[in-house]
């Protein structure tokens, strides 16, 4: 069995695991993509809506496969910055929300045309703070 196989279904394992007794109320996958053909991407997504719809699923992903759907909408996408340092994430800027609700782009042809960024003015009113791992003071 190839590893984008097991890696496949490890995901729908994790998405699928709901019975009578137990629902997940959150399952977050980190590039489920990886090793996946890239044809397999539109049934992984499909998974992943499908399991959205009883549980919050979040999902990190550089794969443009994977959002290049019109059921990616921009209300459901954050995007990332990463410089001196710092990590930020917010909403898509303006611009590709308003290219994908004219349906001009998806949201993987943006992230193909590298278009796919945080908002700035959110970015800009975002306080950046450190999280206190562990009940310890940060210096």
Known sequence: ???????????LTALL????????TLVAVEE????????ASAALRDALRR?????????TSHSP????????GPDCLLAVLSEGGETKIAPIDGAARKLMQD?????GELLRLNQ????????????TKQADL??????
Do not use: K, Y
């Not at 695991?17 to 997940?24: A, E, G, R």
């Not at 349906?103 to 949201?107: C, D, G, K, P, V």
């Open 17 to 24: 695991q709901s019975n009578i007794d137990f629902t997940p």
């Open 65 to 72: 496969d994977l959002l290049n759907d019109d059921s990616v």
């Open 103 to 107: 349906h001009l782009f998806s949201a």
């Open 116 to 127: 796919l960024v945080p908002d700035p003015v959110v970015l800009e009113n975002q306080e």
């Open 51 to 59: 399991a959205s719809e009883d549980t919050q699923v979040i999902v």
């Open 32 to 39: 489920p993509e990886t090793a996946l053909h890239p044809a």
């Open 134 to 139: 562990f009940g310890g003071a940060s210096q």
């Open 1 to 11: 069995m190839s590893d984008g196989t097991l890696r496949a279904l490890g995901v």
